[in-house]
């Protein structure tokens, strides 16, 4: 087959991944919140490499107790920003068993109020502002031990249609030509 030959190769359909259709809606009273899937990033506790985050649902959304440490790094002793919004994306992740459908993260907007120390237990918390159609605006804070925010952050969600994490997407708006 020469470069310009249309590709008559139609791809295997993808299975759909146990842990999608696996997510139920839970209680508030439920124990800690299972993992998307065990090497996820956030919450995988499989991922050598992750937050491992546990969160619980309460009457507001869901919280979590959480340390960062030495992998998180930015700073001396201090987390690293990007490490602080991965596990706010990801405690965003866990508030859709909340929701019970499927949502990506669109946009995520951080305040960095005061540091982050690492090995210092901090409390997160997370819930849903509001609902318009597909979009989920979510709202998390992280405070300290004195019960002082030291992080906010606002998030929207988009729920989307299982078949979006079984294919890639081209973006909209992309122009490859040179
Ligand atoms: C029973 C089930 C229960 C629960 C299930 C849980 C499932 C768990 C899922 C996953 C677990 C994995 C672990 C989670 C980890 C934490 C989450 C992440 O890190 S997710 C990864 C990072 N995010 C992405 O990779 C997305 C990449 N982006 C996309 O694929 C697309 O942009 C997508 C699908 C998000 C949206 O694309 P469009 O084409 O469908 O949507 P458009 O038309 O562009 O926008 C829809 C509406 O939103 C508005 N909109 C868009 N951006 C906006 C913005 N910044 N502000 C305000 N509005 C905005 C638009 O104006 C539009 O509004 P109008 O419908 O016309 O009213």
Known sequence: MTENTPSTHTPEPRQVPDWIPAFPVLAPDS???????????GCGPAN???HQLRARRDAHGVHAHHRFDSRHVGA?????GGAVATVLDELFGLLLYTVGEPAVTRHL????????LLDT???LRAHIHAR???KLHLQ?????DHAHVITTATALFLTVDVNHFLTHNTPPHTDNTP
Not at 76 to 80: D, E, F, G
Not at 109 to 116: E, H, N, R, V
Not at 140 to 144: M, S
């Open 31 to 41: 124990a800690d919140l299972p993992p998307h899937h065990d090497h996820c990033l």
């Open 48 to 50: 050598p490499h992750g």
């Open 76 to 80: 001396p002793a201090i987390a690293h």
């Open 109 to 116: 907007a951080i305040d960095y109020l005061a540091p982050i």
């Open 121 to 123: 237990p901090y409390t």
């Open 132 to 134: 318009d159609g597909r």
């Open 140 to 144: 998390a804070t992280i405070e300290n």
